[in-house]
């Protein structure tokens, strides 16, 4: 983000994006000033937090740590170490692979592979070509780079069976699982159960501080947090982000049917509108792909427009498809998404187009 948009964000008072604006004061509130504090990741705030994630996924125990990108090769490491094998499977859109720099490779030296089609979800069929022995398969919920998009139920049962009948661990990259569990009508505990590792994040949905936690078997954490230790991600306090996600952790998610409810009333909103596309149609989660028909030139400058003369932040400019006259943003519907009715955002993306 240049220094020019940069400033126009800080001089905006309101955002339909998401959970809002997540001002420095506003996060600096979500922290308890009376929590307990940890220890080298040890006691207080942070195994309450951590208490909490376990039985909110009905595992035997989790751990937390700084940052995904540390969280989920490590949790992958422990699942390859354990089977003597290194490749491990996932959807080609793989946030693993894609977003870290193939830490999972260079730190830990394990095989990536991509089975089936950028466009589209993981199916069984795309699993059954794999014959290579394989330590986990990666299953992320919901597929945020398609719009959001969850297989169904039996799908997902049918994929994360294929892998233990194969002696391989599957792990889920749930980020969003508070969205995914919203979108199936399904507790966290039945989500998790399909799977030996759980990741899940506490500043996307949540809203809290950067942050994360590992669930998952007794052994499968320990030796987790070992590798929290040596990557560097074992810090003397972690106790402020921990009291943030745990401040905010149960209001989110009494929050996330009503998340739901309001993604589909925009989608409904925006379906006569020929400016603008929802992917998927319905949404299958609380987020959805947006598809703009209209030039990068026009959009940059009507999200301008917007922030200027009425103080509301979208998008500063989408991301361009293979149509040179449709573009693309993401909407995840948060807090701030649910203080605007439906049929004015649906107004407000319209007016972008034009």
């Not at 089977?83 to 499977?89: H, W």
């Not at 022995?133 to 992320?140: D, H």
């Not at 106790?239 to 998610?253: C, G, K, M, N, R």
């Amino acid at each position: 983000m240049d220094e020019e948009i940069r400033a126009r964000r800080a001089a905006c008072t309101d955002t339909l994006l998401g959970n809002g604006l997540g001002r420095p004061r506003e996060l600096l509130d979500s922290i308890d000033p009376e929590v307990e504090a940890d220890v080298y990741g040890d006691g207080g705030v942070v195994a309450q937090l951590e208490a909490r994630i376990a039985e909110l996924l009905g595992k035997p125990a989790a751990v937390f740590l700084p940052s995904g990108t540390m969280a989920q090769p490590a949790a992958l490491r422990v699942h390859a170490d354990r089977r003597n094998t290194r490749t491990v499977v996932w959807h080609p859109y793989c946030h693993v692979e894609r977003h870290e720099l193939q830490a999972y490779q260079r730190l830990h030296q394990l095989v990536g592979r991509a089975t089936g089609d950028f466009d589209r979800l993981l199916e069984l069929s795309d699993l059954e070509k794999v014959s290579e022995s394989i330590a986990a398969l990666v299953i992320e919920l919901p597929q945020r780079d398609i719009g959001g998009q969850m297989p169904a139920w039996e799908d997902l049962v049918a994929q994360t069976t294929w892998a233990r009948e194969r002696g391989a661990a599957t792990h889920l990259d749930g980020a969003r699982l508070w969205e995914a569990s919203a979108g199936y009508g399904r507790t966290h505990a039945e989500i998790a159960a399909l799977f030996d590792t759980v990741y899940v994040s506490f500043y996307k949905g949540v809203g809290a501080l950067p942050g994360c936690c590992v669930a998952g078997s007794e052994q499968d954490i320990a030796e987790i947090r070992e590798w929290r230790s040596r990557l560097g991600g074992t810090l003397y306090g972690l106790w402020p982000a921990a009291s943030s996600a745990l401040s905010q952790l149960d209001a989110t998610l009494e929050e996330m049917p009503l998340r739901m409810q309001h993604a589909q009333a925009i989608a409904d909103a925006l379906r006569p509108l020929p400016e603008v596309r929802v992917v998927p149609d319905p949404p299958q989660s609380p987020m959805m792909h947006l598809l703009f028909a209209t030039s990068p030139e026009t959009f940059r400058a009507n999200s301008r427009r917007l922030a200027e003369e009425t103080g509301l932040w979208v998008w500063p400019s989408a991301v361009a498809t293979g149509d040179p006259a449709t573009l693309r943003t993401e909407l995840t519907v948060g807090r701030a998404t649910l203080r605007h009715k439906p049929e004015a955002i649906a107004e407000i993306l319209a007016g972008l187009c034009t």
